[in-house]
Structures are given as structure tokens and as C-alpha cells.
Nanobody, 126 residues
Framework: VQLQASGGGLVQAGASLRLSCAASGRTSGSAPMSWFRQAPEKEREFVAGIDTWSGTPYYADSVKGRFTVSRDKDKNTVYLQMNSLKPEDTAVYYC????????????????????WGQGTLVTVSS
């Protein structure tokens, strides 16, 4: 499985960006696809994920109400629409997936994912 993330850039606070993550190879139709981010000198953290089986989205508290995760099954692509961006959203954003479905309570754990994209940098200036 290969994941290709794109859509990052430099924006001002309050602006919007949409990240895309295109999956190729032997992808699972039931595994979650999620977004994580890592800011300089910080741990990688969960941002949002989608249970591709049910279509249910999940969000970190820090992005609820501002970010929306969605998927296009036909294109095997997951999107992260980011609105009202803040300087603290600045980070490298990674998409991730795994081979099998997982219990919802584990969707935010980076260690359960088998495949990672290369990351796309989002910089939000104040």
C-alpha cells in the first residue's frame, strides 16, 4: 500500500486548506484512514480519522468544529478540510492506514497503523 499526501502550504491564520491522501496498492475497504500531525519538537498526534467501513469520522478535540475528514471511495482518497486555521496547526501532516479494520477506541493510536504517507507541510502564519 502506498499513500500520497498533498495539499499543504503556507497560509495566514483564519484561512483554509484541503489535504488529500491518495491510496494505491492492495488497500482494505474496511481499514481506517487517518491524519496525524507532528510539529517541531513535539510528538506525533492524531488529528482525524474515518472508519471506511461505516464512514464515521473521528476528531481530536483541538480540531473539532474546524476540520472535516471525508473520503471518496471511487478515488480511494481521503481528504482533510481545514478551516479557521491557527498558528498552532502548523505541522507536517501525515496520512495513515492499516491492513485491517480496528476497534474505534484505537483509531487515534499511531502505533496501530501499518502504512504512512510522506507528509505534507502546513504552515499557518499569525
Amino acid at each position: 500500500v502506498q499513500l500520497q499526501a498533498s495539499g499543504g502550504g503556507l497560509v495566514q491564520a483564519g484561512a483554509s486548506l484541503r489535504l488529500s491522501c491518495a491510496a494505491s496498492g492492495r488497500t482494505s475497504g474496511s481499514a481506517p484512514m487517518s491524519w496525524f500531525r507532528q510539529a517541531p519538537e513535539k510528538e506525533r498526534e492524531f488529528v482525524a480519522g474515518i472508519d471506511t467501513w461505516s464512514g464515521t469520522p473521528y476528531y481530536a478535540d483541538s480540531v473539532k468544529g474546524r476540520f472535516t475528514v471525508s473520503r471518496d471511495k471511487d478515488k480511494n482518497t481521503v481528504y482533510l478540510q481545514m478551516n479557521s486555521l491557527k498558528p498552532e496547526d502548523t505541522a507536517v501532516y501525515y496520512c495513515a492506514t492499516r491492513d485491517r479494520r480496528i476497534v474505534v477506541s484505537s483509531i487515534s493510536r499511531a502505533e496501530v497503523y501499518d502504512y504512512w504517507g510522506q507528509g505534507t507541510l502546513v504552515t499557518v502564519s499569525s
